[in-house]
């Protein structure tokens, strides 16, 4: 699927005046999509909505685990709000145990009596002591309690081809073996099922500094040795490029393509205009980092074609499993624990990057927003006992109605958000079909001071019925406090009716709307 793209409102009158009242409204937003409602072959793969969980800050302790003698409710030392939380999100596959981190685990420190287990010097992230108390069956007790699906990513950068294939025989087969019978011995009669292994993370960067021909060697030996044991089928992922690094791509496709299901891709969009706290936000910035996070379409397209020229039938998933905004931190808290807020801004982030993955449903068949508690541009933010959810965390749960839907094309013909001399769409959108005909359009505006006019044709379809729902908010740096926990949160959105060809939207200035039409 291809998705035409027409940003320029010059280029829509040239058209012929497919859009009539788009000749009399220069100055505000005329938008028009067409949707091929009675098309769609390729479906999102709900893992599109995964997440990325690191030994990081308060992501696993405070977020995640609080340990089983905590006054926090929790089962077995994980925390239940967070768990309930995350569930209405229908959180499908959750990344472990790093980043950085994962190129200095040493698993079998993390099983076994939690008090004999060794601690480590987190040396990326702020130097602190990992007692090692949330390990490998903690991880998996936790995708269990959360109904998603384990990603565990191995250790390359200091580790051993054995040690990730002993993890591997450990976690995952059912007969007699030494490292099945340690997991037993640990209190695990069955083995667990776990598809989806990471070979090294960054192996360019913090996990290695190695370059692309010395990697695609190592990920060859070291998986050859993740193997599939009984039914537990493996799904190994090589460790891709950072943003624009083609070369990597190139590499790694060329060397080791035949030996793997799928290769990474990490893109951080940063900040606005300068790196700042979350909520120190002006226009400019404002932006700058919706600029930045389109930015990540050019990327998917960019690596996309070199997967395509060695593999033209898609056979090799595009991963990008770390992706999002990075800010400073909070005033007063640790650098090293990338703790930020999350504004209405951090939403259309999430809504534009998701909107493009799901136009890339070809390709992209799994991503990881970093990191899903009190890390990045995380989901959920603790403050001991309590908890809030972030306005990214709105977005992932409205767009939940795109999982495994089939994606339907769309051509946009979006008017520009101008700053300066550069320019962006205001309007940004997917729109796919479930499995009970239902059509689900989610739209983004980014522009912060003029509402959206949208159009839409719906081709081979009729709209007999529209609803939806908005994140909106009024002020750019509009965020959810411990004191404020509801400040920005979704409402049902009314400004939306169907009409003879289609349906008509009134998108609020800094919106994310999901529209619900049933033919
Ligand atoms: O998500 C934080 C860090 O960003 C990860 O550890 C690393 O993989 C990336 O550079």
């Not at 939806?468 to 740096?477: C, I, S, Y």
Request: aromatic share 8%; hydrophobic share 35%; glycine share 8%.
């Amino acid at each position: 699927m291809k998705l035409q793209r027409i940003q320029s409102l010059a280029l829509l009158v040239a058209l012929g005046g497919i859009f009539p009242s788009a000749l009399h409204a220069a100055e505000s937003t005329v938008n028009k999509l067409v949707i091929h409602a009675d098309q769609g072959k390729e479906t999102i793969d709900r893992n599109i909505y995964g997440h990325f969980s690191e030994h990081l800050g308060r992501c696993i302790y405070e977020g995640f685990w609080v340990g089983a003698n905590s006054e926090i409710k929790n089962v077995r030392g994980i925390r239940q709000d967070v768990v309930a939380a995350l569930k209405k999100t229908k959180i499908p596959v959750l990344r472990w145990p790093g980043g950085c981190f994962a190129d200095e685990y040493h698993w079998k420190d993390g099983i076994g009596k939690p008090s004999k287990r060794p601690t480590m010097i987190n040396t990326h992230w702020g130097g602190v002591t990992e007692n090692n108390h949330f390990g490998t069956h903690e991880f998996l007790d936790l995708c269990e309690q959360l109904e998603c699906e384990p990603y565990i990513c191995g250790n390359v950068g200091s580790g051993t081809v054995q040690e990730l294939s002993q993890w591997v025989e450990y976690v995952t087969f059912d007969g007699v073996s030494p490292m099945a019978d340690l997991r037993r011995q640990n209190g695990r009669k069955e083995p667990w099922r776990v598809k989806y292994w990471g070979v090294g993370n960054e192996n360019w960067g913090c996990g290695g500094h190695m370059t692309p021909e010395f990697y695609a060697d190592q990920y060859k030996r070291f998986a050859t040795y993740v193997r599939s044991y009984g039914s537990n089928r493996v799904y190994k992922i090589a460790c891709g490029a950072n943003t624009g690094d083609t070369n990597w791509t190139e590499v790694l496709m060329r060397d080791a393509g035949k030996r793997m299901n799928g290769l990474a891709l990490h893109y951080y969009c940063g900040s606005g205009k300068t790196r700042k706290p979350a909520t120190e936000i002006n226009e400019e910035d404002w932006f700058s980092q919706l600029k930045k996070a389109l930015h990540i379409e050019e990327l998917v397209a960019a690596h996309g074609a070199i997967m395509d020229k060695y593999d033209p039938k898609k056979n090799i998933a595009m991963i990008v499993d770390e992706w999002g905004a990075w800010h400073s931190v909070e005033p007063g808290t640790n650098p090293g624990f990338l703790y930020q807020q999350n504004t209405i801004r951090d939403a259309l982030v999430a809504g534009v990057s998701l909107n493009i993955f799901n136009q890339h449903a070809d390709r992209v068949k799994m991503a990881n927003i970093a990191q899903t508690i009190n890390v990045l541009q995380a989901m959920i933010l603790t403050d001991k006992a309590k908890m809030i959810l972030t306005p990214t965390y709105h977005v992932f749960e409205m767009y939940s109605v795109h999982h495994d839907a089939k994606l339907l094309p769309a051509e946009v013909q979006s008017s520009d958000y101008l700053m300066g001399a550069e320019k962006i769409p205001n309007v940004n959108m997917s729109a796919s079909r479930d499995a009970e005909g239902r059509i689900h359009v989610s739209l983004c505006n980014l522009n912060p001071n003029q509402p959206a006019e949208v159009a839409c044709e719906l081709q081979g379809a009729k709209a007999n019925s529209i609803k939806g729902r908005v994140l909106t908010a009024p002020e750019l740096a509009s965020h959810n406090t411990f004191e404020q926990p509801d400040s920005v949160k979704p409402a049902e959105f009314k400004a939306c009716q169907t009409t003879a060809s289609g349906f008509t939207a009134t998108l609020p200035a800094k919106s994310v709307v999901v529209l619900e039409i049933s033919p």
